[in-house]
């Protein structure tokens, strides 16, 4: 009976997939385990490389999340491909871009076998410049390895999420709780945690189990990222009961002029390369787009939000 099923999404993963499959091959844990790779479409060499390590993951399977001709699914329609095709009493999600530590397998493993919702953390320096562990480190303190610790976020503090790269699950949970929702492409974790728990089940924090994490590590790219993210936010705190206040955006909109200011300030010591400029620009950068994608997610989805 395979106890552990270890869910790997891949969309044209070429260039870093090696490294987490790598990662993989390397884990030990007395129990029966499987990789289950989701190919969600790719049009590079990625499927390729994951076949190069067919001696090496021997319950290594690969399942098709795409059909061709049709648009794309989100992640989340990925990891949902993956669970159906498993066999192991709970499951654990990683990433094609991340790597795994030495013992994550073990550390997930384990945990599942008493606990049925669980969160690794997140480690940046392996896999990501000085200039950015520093700058993004700072967004949650001290404690970096602890970046998606649950309930930082602190609209509804008595809800606690997770990182959807370093989740793991138990079958009966997924069972109960249903599926990830193709509702959101970028903050289907937090959704489905706050679901999780809104179903009666503890999500617990296993800090051994831990995931290098691979940050974007160009400024436009984290812009992106973070712009994406902000963008679905508002929709998913209202759905779990947090309320808009009056007018949301115009509130936001006067909040953004004193920060755009800093920006400048920022961008210079950047350009001068000031020591810790870069990384202080990018991580504003980071906060920038979120702000602004929160902007539009309220513009869109809430369009009566500022009449109110």
């Keep these: 009976m395979i106890k552990l099923s270890v869910i790997l999404p891949c969309f044209n993963g070429a260039a870093t997939i090696a490294t987490q499959l790598e990662a993989l091959a390397s884990q030990q844990w007395s129990e029966p385990w499987e990789v289950i790779v989701v190919n969600n479409g790719s049009t590079d060499e990625s ?6 390590y067919r001696d090496r993951l021997p319950n290594l399977q690969v399942v098709d999340a795409h059909t061709p001709g049709e648009p794309r699914k989100p992640v989340a329609h990925s990891y949902n491909t993956g669970i159906k095709a498993s066999q192991g009493e709970a499951v654990a999600f990683c990433e094609a871009d991340d790597e795994v530590a030495h013992s994550w397998v073990a550390a997930m493993g384990n945990a599942l076998s008493t606990h049925d919702f669980v969160a690794g953390s ?6 990501n410049p000085t200039w950015l562990v520093a700058a993004y480190g700072s967004r949650f303190g001290s404690r970096p390895q602890e970046a998606e610790l649950l309930g930082d976020q602190q609209v509804v503090p008595s809800r606690a999420f997770g990182s959807g790269c370093n989740l793991g699950m138990k079958r009966s949970l997924y069972d109960k709780v ?3 929702s193709l509702d959101y492409l970028y903050v289907y974790d937090t959704d489905y945690c706050w679901k999780a728990q809104m179903s009666g089940f503890h999500l617990q924090f296993v800090p051994e189990a831990v995931i290098h994490y691979r ?5 436009k790219a984290l812009f992106w990222q973070a712009y994406r993210w902000g963008k679905e936010s508002p929709r998913l705190y209202v759905t779990y009961g947090t309320e808009l206040g009056t007018f949301p955006v115009w509130r936001r909109l006067i909040g953004l002029c004193p920060y755009l200011l800093r920006g400048v300030y920022l961008f210079f ?3 001068f390369q000031i020591q810790g400029g870069k990384g202080a620009f990018a991580l504003w950068g980071w906060s920038l787009g979120y702000r602004m994608g929160e902007i539009q997610g309220l513009i869109r989805d809430f369009p009566l939000a500022n009449d109110s």
């Design 215 to 219: 940050l974007r590590h160009q400024i």
């Design 269 to 271: 010591k950047s350009l």
């Design 178 to 180: 249903g599926e990830l």
């Design 122 to 127: 997140l480690e940046y320096s392996r896999l």
């Design 47 to 52: 499927m390729e490389i994951v076949q190069q």
